[in-house]
Each structure stands twice: as C-alpha cells, then as structure tokens.
C-alpha cells in the first residue's frame, strides 16, 4: 500500500483546509528545530509524502537549497514553489542511487499502513541516500492518553474550535491507520536497524517521536 492509501477525498479536502494549514506552518518551524532541520545544510533534500509542500518551504525560508517533495498527488497551486514537485510511491522512489543527503518523512509513516510497506519505504531510502546521509523520522508516538485525546477529536462536536473539528474529520477517515499506528509504532526501531540505519538522535514529546537516522555502514 502507498503512502497516500489513507487519503480520501474527506480527507484531503481537512488537510486543506485553511484552519490546518495555519496550524501546519506555525508548528513545522519548531518540528524542524527538533529535528535540528532549521540551519541550511549543503545537499539535496527529499521529502516523501510531503503534502502541500509546507516542511520545505520552511527550510527554503532558512536558505537550504537543492528541495524535493514527492506525494502520491500533485498538491497546492501552480505557482512557483520553492521545491521540485515529484508525483511517485514513496516504495518506488524514481531516482538514482546515492541521489540525496537527507530524505525526510514527516507525519506520514502511519499511512504506510504495515511494517511491510515502511520497510520496502526505508529500503528505498537507503538506496537513494548518500554514504553518509541521513533520515529524518516524525510521526505520534502511541500512548494511553493520546489514544484517548483521538478518540474524542472524532466526535462531531459543534462546540470544537474549527482546527479540532477539522482535524476530527482527518481522524475519521485515517481512522484504522492511524490507530494501527498508535499501537505498532515501536515496531519502527527493529525495522529502521534491518533496513540499514543507525538512529542518531531521538527526541520525544507528549505527542511526537523525532528521529534523526544515518545510514549505517
């Protein structure tokens, strides 16, 4: 299954919209900080699954240069951006080998769907990196409570500012894989070491799980 085999037309249309998009770029600049993203890197960089493309126009903002963003749909509008927009599985990356020095995956491994299908992700992934070159990981990290939190954003609540109901109506329709996901997750680190990474730096929070992975040699 692809990386976009979780996205319905409902879902597409709450992720968006303009309540999440808001959010999306409020929050990336200190997702990347964590992921220690925020400083321009010399290198070509990759983004699998990369939406609308709102990571990478933070790191253009930051001077990184040489940015890719790969999804399963052409995303957004037609007017310039500041990435090459690249319309493929994330299984079945069209380029070379040793193409990129970092690839990124933001928010997305859950709709993979199966260890199975993140693992044909990270092969790929590794064939495409540089020696040297690095992955990095975000997505929730399963817990009790946050389990709960989700449950309850699904509720169609009038009452719910518009973030949270439109965030709800992308729960219900990813509803399987990303409670699959919540459950699994920790399955990724034996999946990451048989793929051929080494993770370098983990960071977690109450909701995320940050990753920074080199290709191990």
């Not at 979780?6 to 999440?20: D, I, Q, R």
């Not at 859950?110 to 092969?123: G, K």
């Not at 990290?141 to 449950?151: A, E, I, P």
């Amino acid at each position: 299954m692809s990386d976009g085999a979780a996205e319905t037309p409902a879902w597409s249309e709450a992720f968006a919209a303009p309540e999440l998009a808001r959010r999306r770029r409020r929050t990336y600049e200190g997702k990347l900080q964590r992921l220690d993203l925020s400083p321009a890197i010399a290198g070509r960089t990759l983004d699998i699954a990369c939406g609308h493309g709102d990571a990478l126009r933070v790191l253009s903002q930051h001077g990184h240069r040489g940015l890719v963003g790969l999804d399963t749909s052409r995303h957004g509008n037609d007017h310039p951006q500041p990435f090459a927009q690249i319309v493929a599985d994330g299984t079945h990356l069209p380029f070379a080998d040793l193409s990129f020095e970092r690839i990124l995956c933001l928010h997305s491994l859950h709709h993979f769907r199966s260890f199975e299908e993140i693992s044909r992700l990270l092969a790929e992934c590794r064939r495409v990196l540089t020696r040297g070159g690095h992955l990095y990981l975000l997505d929730h990290m399963g817990s009790f409570w946050l389990r709960g939190l989700f449950h309850i954003l699904q509720w169609r609540c009038p009452l719910y500012p518009a973030s949270a109901r439109r965030f709800g109506e992308q729960l219900r329709e990813e509803h399987d894989a990303i409670f699959w996901w919540l459950t699994e997750w920790r399955q990724l680190f034996d999946t990451l070491h048989l793929a051929g990474f080494a993770v370098e730096r983990q960071t977690r929070t109450a909701a995320f799980l940050y990753l920074r992975c080199r290709v191990d040699e």
